[in-house]
């Protein structure tokens, strides 16, 4: 049993955590649903992560994940800090519309297709994620 929260407000793990006590806390699985935060979500006592960043840079986000959970604070952190455009960025339209967009890019995927009621990325922010993957080192 568990919870995602997607939030971005890590004083509400906090809370959690102090609400349910040590035991309890332990046998509940907190995830992190907010890539910007996971991070620091992570360092502060969540379990993982379900994130969309991860569909465009998965060993990135995986190696960042594990160095957070094994408690290696400044690893993480500069792990992240490259990512930290691209988590923001993905979400300048509904997902998945921007990641879609940016893995068809990076030809992890052959187009952007969204099945209706969306469709692709409004070209208005073309430069916005193309600018977050060039942050990342993708582009």
């Known amino acids: 049993v568990g919870i995602k929260d997607a939030t971005g407000d890590i004083s509400r793990l906090t809370?959690?955590?102090?609400?349910?006590?040590?035991?309890?806390?332990?046998?509940?699985?907190?995830?992190?649903?907010?890539?910007?935060?996971?991070?620091?979500?992570?360092?502060?006592?969540?379990?993982?992560?379900?994130?969309v960043t991860a569909n465009i840079v998965p060993k990135k986000m995986h190696d960042m994940v594990h160095a957070a959970l094994e408690g290696n604070g400044d690893l993480a952190m500069k792990?992240?800090?490259?990512?930290?455009?691209?988590?923001?960025?993905?979400?300048?339209?509904?997902?998945?519309?921007?990641?879609?967009?940016?893995?068809?890019?990076?030809?992890?995927?052959?187009?952007?297709?969204?099945?209706p009621p969306l469709d692709e990325m409004d070209p208005q922010y073309i430069g916005a994620v193309e600018e977050a993957l060039t942050a990342a080192g993708l582009l």
Not at 20 to 44: I, P, Q, R, V
Request: include cysteine; hydrophobic fraction near 35%; aromatic fraction near 8%.
């Open 79 to 115: 792990l992240n800090q490259p990512l930290t455009l691209l988590h923001k960025k993905l979400f300048v339209e509904s997902n998945p519309i921007p990641c879609k967009w940016a893995a068809s890019r990076l030809g992890l995927i052959e187009n952007a297709y969204c099945r």
């Open 15 to 51: 809370s959690l955590k102090k609400i349910l006590g040590k035991e309890k806390s332990d046998n509940f699985l907190k995830y992190s649903g907010d890539d910007a935060t996971t991070t620091d979500f992570l360092l502060e006592g969540g379990d993982g992560c379900i994130s």
